[in-house]
């Protein structure tokens, strides 16, 4: 690019005003794209992101202009560039609009003015591309290149600024509405920054009539210093707007823009950058320029990312300075967290482990809960620890073991079943057991010698801390899940900024739970059904129904919420005589059998005549439809309107539908 307008004073220029013009469109671009991602929902936001659109075809053309080479191809693209400057001003209006209605400021006649404004722009594009009313051709002087003014350019002129001064006096006045400190913060940010778009859209220089009126190298420096306080003021906006609308702590959403802007723009602009740097020569280091420009997109997109993830500590501790402690414990839960795969892919190496230093082909990892013991992890043949677990009652196994354990005051007690070798996995304190590690027998009897004992209970222990570890983060996940609801009403109250005749949304018209969310409370409240923690401390104690249930069960709210799960069960029991195989009785007798009258698993399974697999699937739809029947009956005690009552049920239905066809795909494959 220097070489191609020569090394001069205005060629400098030039090429530093192309790098900046760039800069402001990789940076607009992903602005657009974060409010359209996180932020599309609120009114404000769709405003600015209008604003934004018209920014971005406007440097988009400047970016294409340096590189056209005949005037009739420059007029084309300054025409085009008039698709984002005549519906600014609209954008403007919008924008400000949106801000003066989200302080509770409603105005019919603003709201239509809008309207109006967009079709204005609409003739106003019109005429600009297909007339010369607004714009005629002008002049082509790289790197100078402009259009004329037409007949009708002052006009059009005059609707700018009126638009934009029009919405200046908006935001004042949205401004003076605000009543917390916070608020008016962010709305001087929006008042110091609205002129941003204006200064980098309108086009000046078609009120230039002359062919050189200016020298070029004045023309260049304003542009650029005009570009980086655009760049910088666009930001401003964004930063201001991504709050509105937004349930996320501020600190989330501090976070997430600055590292979006790190990660995209800056990476970005970049790239452009060393793209525009190397020199348009037939080759370098005698390689052609474009290998030349791989290599090195290559390079500066790696280094870039690298030196983003380097700095983010650094950036936390500036944003999180208030709560470094807080959130420091926060991202070292997130680096120690164990998901069931975690746990699962863990176990299996300890398995692998223990069958490698025994040198036996298969071994298993069962678990105990809720009263029954299953596969966790295996190695070998899958087949062989399931029929082990088929064989008998382990519990009443790994019980002895306890005892066994306390006599010989041994922990890791090995015993001789079925063919496998079993040691027990119990809790830190060692009163509490957790499950049991088999690796198939070498002999009749474990005999082991005392280096494979030390290694097998160095691996035993680290099982039995993953474990314990996965309960502890468990608790913590039923405990989020508890108060998930609560924290996103909160979010919801704080979102709701307080502004002058506005007020905060009622405490029902912000969603509660999930579809999702309601089926997994009904299956712990199924699983504790006769009594436990998830029955008594169950968030579906919170129902309307439920709280309707109370003036029967003589005020007792376990057996309030007993009753109208046993309602919804009942719901699903089809008319005549009962069958344990038929398919439209599947659903009741799995509740029924597994709930209500707590048969295990594999007695429940027998009794249907078919697998523990296939049981489980069913399960899941059944609790489904029990979920589904509760929303009903809670919406219903609600009092909701006909028509709600049936968006909800197409809803629920839905996802129950989905349910359905998981199983379906399940039982497929």
Not at 349 to 376: K, M
Not at 427 to 453: F, I, Y
Not at 608 to 630: C, F, P
């Amino acid at each position: 690019m220097i070489q191609a307008v020569g090394i001069t004073w205005t060629g400098a220029l030039s090429f530093a005003d192309l790098v900046f013009a760039s800069a402001i469109l990789v940076l607009t671009f992903s602005l657009l794209i974060y409010l359209v991602i996180y932020n599309w929902r609120n009114e404000a936001a769709r405003g600015l992101c209008a604003l934004l659109a018209g920014v971005v075809v406007v440097y988009a053309c400047d970016v294409v202009l340096p590189r056209v080479e005949t005037s009739r191809a420059a007029v084309f693209w300054l025409r085009i560039q008039w698709l984002g400057i005549s519906f600014v001003p609209a954008a403007y209006l919008h924008f400000s609009d949106a801000l003066l209605r989200a302080t509770n400021a409603l105005s019919s006649r603003r709201h239509w003015l809008v309207r109006f404004s967009y079709l204005l722009s609409a003739v106003f594009c019109g005429l600009a591309l297909s007339t010369d009313w607004i714009v005629r051709d002008g002049v082509f002087s790289p790197p100078i290149a402009h259009l004329a003014p037409g007949s009708a350019f002052q006009v059009f002129t005059l609707y700018f600024a009126l638009t934009v001064l029009f919405g200046g006096y908006n935001i004042f006045r949205a401004r003076k509405r605000c009543l917390t400190a916070t608020s008016k913060r962010r709305m001087a940010y929006l008042a110091v920054s609205f002129v941003a778009p204006a200064l980098g859209v309108f086009p000046y220089l078609v009120l230039v009539s002359a062919p050189t009126p200016v020298p070029s190298s004045l023309v260049l420096s304003l542009s650029l210093i005009g570009n980086a306080g655009v760049g910088a003021m666009l930001v401003v906006m964004v930063y201001s707007v991504a709050y509105y609308g937004a349930l996320t702590p501020d600190r989330v959403i501090k976070h997430r823009l600055i590292h979006y802007l790190l990660s995209g723009p800056v990476v970005g602009s970049a790239v452009i950058g060393v793209m525009l740097l190397i020199p348009r020569v037939e080759a370098i280091l005698g390689l052609p320029r474009d290998t030349v420009v791989v290599f090195a997109v290559m390079i500066v997109t790696v280094l870039g990312q690298l030196f983003v993830n380097l700095g983010k500590p650094f950036i936390d501790r500036i944003i999180y300075r208030q709560d470094e402690a807080e959130v420091g414990l926060i991202q070292e839960l997130d680096r120690r967290l164990l998901t069931s795969s975690d746990l699962r892919q863990f176990l299996e190496n300890v398995v692998i482990a223990v069958c490698e230093l025994l040198r036996t082909p298969s071994g298993f990892v069962a678990l105990i809960q809720d009263r029954e013991i299953h596969l966790e992890a295996t190695c070998g043949t899958v087949g062989k620890g399931e029929n082990v677990l088929a064989t008998g009652d382990w519990v009443a196994v790994l019980r002895q073991m306890s005892d066994l354990s306390r006599e010989r005051g041994d922990q890791a007690v090995c015993i001789s079943r079925a063919g496998y070798w079993i040691w027990p996995l119990w809790s830190s304190k060692r009163d509490r057991l957790l499950g049991m590690l088999a690796v198939q027998a070498r002999t009749e009897e474990p005999l082991l010698t005392e280096q494979e004992g030390r290694a097998i209970v160095t691996l035993l222990r680290r099982a039995e801390a993953a474990l314990e570890d996965r309960e502890l983060q468990q608790t913590v996940f039923v405990a989020l899940q508890r108060m998930m609801p609560e924290l996103e009403r909160i979010q919801a109250w704080r979102g709701a900024v307080p502004y002058a005749g506005g007020g905060f949304p009622a405490e029902d018209d912000v969603p509660v739970v999930e579809m999702e969310e309601l089926q997994r409370w009904v299956k712990d409240a199924l699983s504790h059904y006769w009594g436990g923690p998830k029955l008594t401390r169950s968030p579906l104690l919170r129902l309307r129904v439920v709280n309707h249930a109370l003036e029967e069960e003589d005020g007792n709210p376990v057996r309030a919420l007993r009753s109208v799960l046993s309602q919804a069960i009942e719901r699903l029991r089809p008319g005549g005589q009962r069958h344990m195989t038929a398919s439209e009785w599947l659903l009741y007798n799995i509740l029924d059998l597994k709930f209500i009258q707590g048969m295990r698993v594999r007695d429940v399974a027998r009794r249907l005549a078919m697998s523990e697999s296939d049981l489980y699937r069913k399960q899941r739809i059944a609790i489904a439809e029990v979920a589904r029947i509760l929303a009903e009956m809670e919406a219903r005690e609600a009092g909701l309107s006909y028509d709600s009552l049936q968006m909800l049920d197409k809803g629920l239905t839905s996802a129950y539908n989905e349910a359905v066809t998981k199983e379906r795909n399940d039982e497929s494959a």
